[in-house]
């Protein structure tokens, strides 16, 4: 696929520097714009995120907060 390298980006041919056109197979992830070719397949698909059921609201008692300190021993 025909990339755009958004920064500085090393991929199996070397390093990139920003702004380069270049080809890969690589999955470089938010590294790269891809210009042509097979986009990542989180790009590719934009599924809006299954919701997970709400919980029972738990009331959790909370643990009283000790303010005990190490008692230094004077020599």
């Known amino acids: 696929m025909l990339v755009k390298a958004k920064w500085n980006v090393k991929d199996a041919a070397g ?3 920003a702004g380069e056109v270049f080809h890969t197979d690589e999955d470089l992830g938010d590294a790269v714009e891809v210009i042509e070719g097979k986009k990542p397949a989180a790009q590719k698909e934009e ?3 299954e919701k997970m059921p709400e919980p029972a609201e738990e009331v959790k008692a909370e643990k009283p907060k000790t303010t ?3 008692k ?3 020599n």
Request: glycine fraction near 8%.
């Open 72 to 74: 230094k021993t004077g």
């Open 15 to 17: 390093w990139h520097s």
């Open 68 to 70: 005990s300190r190490r």
């Open 47 to 49: 599924k809006a995120p």
